[in-house]
């Protein structure tokens, strides 16, 4: 894959980046009434913004771990059958390692990279680290052909505990889809992350991005062949955690579509237009996230449309200009819900994680109509690319801390942040300053109490305000002040994209 810089794609692109800064401080009376923009350092963010997979690693920990209050965890896991599971990420502020939003983060952290990552400068190779964390434990989940190990952790058992993942003593339970347990969306959504992956790597490492694309390969015809939801086969041990509510329909058109990407095969291409429709192609849902993947297939495949002239994807040019549109205030088709303050409302819990990942979508779709010199036409109102970023930057802008609170929603960066993120590892004592094991019921006085956490999980996303712009910083609230590896993931993205804007 050609490097961004040195293509005739890159240098356009690039030099639109430049052009449309200027337009862009022009039109920054955002959404929501409030005044101008503070300043913000979007490099200093985005390089925080990937430090925080350090504090959210599993196994054991490198020598030039940055993160330096964690330590290592959780190294027998999958032992009791006889497999390696060690590694990959804790989800959220538990000690459970959950399939589906460790495929999907991973998915978006690669995506973030084949987009923007000409704009990370050093960043680059860290967030290739955080990739390749994921990406090494997802393939050993995938090593065993027919089963896909989707799950490290009783998550009700976790749930009574309150400690640090290197005392954790609750049940390290191992759940597997196979064909007689099927699990399409989990499967497909593995398969996503790992053909991302392997585009990520084709340049870097041509031996490991093959196996990336094979082992997809393979896992996607085991989702498609087996069909059903893993949250019908797993039930409580995954639900109401990650059940799967949008069904696993999004996932094999997601999957399809990354392997379309990754390989070129014409088959992807085929299976796409035999089964788009059937597969929910054309829905009316204008939210993306670790559950629902719609929105992202319709933007991915717009590309093709786009930039390389596919007639055959045509169809998903329409399908990701109505997002859009469902998403701009003032158009006649708009569904989205804004604060007072401006930020997109989607859920009452961990709203940031539909922030993030839309904020990425419109950065992304707002590249493809500027490299093709298109629009997108809301009936009688247009949307060009810039108003499509300024928005997008809005919802940025509103995370770093622009917003009526003055809060900075990331932790460690601005001069005011959540200080009580409910989070095991950052709530309670570090490993090194507290050698002495904190048992399971212990750990409860960190969790209730009101001095701030000892350890901080610099970069990390918490899930935001209310649809009123509020936000009290109380550790058990978790809805609110618990970070996600998926609030992060798409951030990097749109992160990186502004970093270059702005300098």
Same mark, same amino acid.
């Given at each position: 894959?050609?490097?961004? %810089? ?5 240098? /356009? ?10 337009? /862009? ?14 300043? $913000?350092?979007y490099?200093?963010?985005? @390089? ?15 020598t030039?771990?940055r993160? %330096? ?12 059958l006889?497999? &390696?599971?060690?590694? #990959? ?16 983060t991973?998915t ?16 680059? &190779? ?8 994921a990406?090494?434990y ?25 400690e %640090?993942?290197?005392d954790m ?6 759940? *597997? ?5 099927p ?11 790992l053909?991302?992956?392997? +585009?990520?790597?084709s ?30 086969s ?20 997601? =999957? ?10 014409v088959?992807y ?5 035999s ?8 829905? !009316? ?7 629902? *993947? ?8 717009? *590309? ?25 205030? =003032? ?10 303050? =401006?930020?997109l ?5 961990? !709203? ?9 979508l ?7 109509? @500027? ?19 300024? /928005?997008a ?5 509103? +995370?770093?801390?622009?917003?009526p609170? #003055? ?14 993120i ?11 300053? $507290? ?6 019921? &212990? ?11 000892? !350890?901080?999980?610099?970069?990390a ?5 209310? &649809?009123?712009? %509020? ?16 609030i992060?993931?798409? /951030? ?12």
């Open positions: 894959m050609a490097s961004l %810089r040195t293509s005739v794609f890159g240098l /356009l692109w690039m030099a639109m980046v430049r052009v449309e800064a200027a337009h /862009l401080n022009n039109m920054y009376a955002y959404y929501g009434g409030r005044g101008a923009s503070v300043s $913000h350092n490099r200093d963010a985005l @390089s925080k913004s990937i430090l925080f997979y350090e504090g959210q690693r599993s196994g054991k920990l490198p030039n771990q993160m %330096r209050w964690r330590g290592n965890s959780a190294l027998s896991d999958g032992a009791a006889h497999v &390696d599971l060690t590694g #990959g990420y804790y989800d959220a502020g538990d000690n459970v390692k959950f399939g589906l939003p460790m495929a999907f991973t978006m952290l690669s995506w973030s990279v084949l987009e923007f990552g000409e704009f990370m400068g050093d960043e680059l &190779d860290h967030a290739k680290t955080a990739i390749r964390w990406t090494d997802l393939l050993k989940a995938a090593a065993h052909p027919g089963v896909l190990y989707v799950q490290v952790g009783d998550p009700n058992m976790d749930h009574k505990c309150w %640090r993942p290197e003593d609750t049940p390290r339970n191992v759940y *597997k889809i196979d064909a007689e347990h699990g399409s969306d989990i499967a497909a959504e593995t398969a996503a992350a053909a991302a992956a392997s +585009i990520v790597f340049t870097t490492d041509h031996t490991y991005s093959q196996l990336l694309l094979q082992t997809a390969m393979r896992v996607f015809d085991f989702a498609d062949k087996h069909r059903g939801a893993y949250s019908d797993l039930q409580s041990e995954v639900c109401p955690f990650y059940c799967s509510y949008s069904g696993y329909h999004d996932e094999l058109l997601w =999957g399809a579509a990354w392997l379309r990407k990754a390989s070129r095969s088959s291409l085929t299976y796409i237009q089964n788009g429709q059937n597969l929910g192609a054309g829905g !009316n849902v204008n939210i993306f996230s670790w559950d629902e *993947k719609h929105a992202g297939t319709r933007v991915l495949l717009a *590309k093709e449309a786009l930039i390389e002239n596919s007639k055959s994807l045509d169809e998903y040019k329409g399908h990701a200009d109505n997002f859009i549109c469902s998403l701009l205030p =003032g158009t006649p088709s708009s569904q989205a819900q804004y604060t007072p303050g =401006g930020l409302f989607q859920m009452s819990d961990s !709203n940031l994680q539909y922030v993030t990942s839309t904020t990425f419109l950065f992304t779709y707002a590249k493809y109509l @500027s490299v093709s010199n298109q629009v997108v036409r809301c009936r009688d109102i247009i949307a060009t690319p810039t108003r499509i970023r300024t /928005l930057k809005r919802q940025v802008d509103y +995370i770093l801390g622009d917003n609170l #003055g809060m900075s929603y990331m932790v460690g960066y601005g001069a005011k942040f959540p200080e009580h409910h989070h095991r590892g950052s709530s309670l004592p570090s490993i090194y300053s $507290h050698p002495q094991k904190i048992a399971c019921n &212990d750990g409860f006085q960190s969790l209730y109490s009101n001095a701030p956490n000892p !350890n901080r999980l610099v970069g996303v918490v899930g935001g305000p209310d &649809d009123r712009d %509020r936000f009290y910083d109380e550790r058990n609230d978790y809805a609110h002040s618990e970070p996600t590896t998926y992060n993931a798409p /951030l990097v993205g749109s992160l990186a994209y502004l970093a270059q804007y702005s300098s």
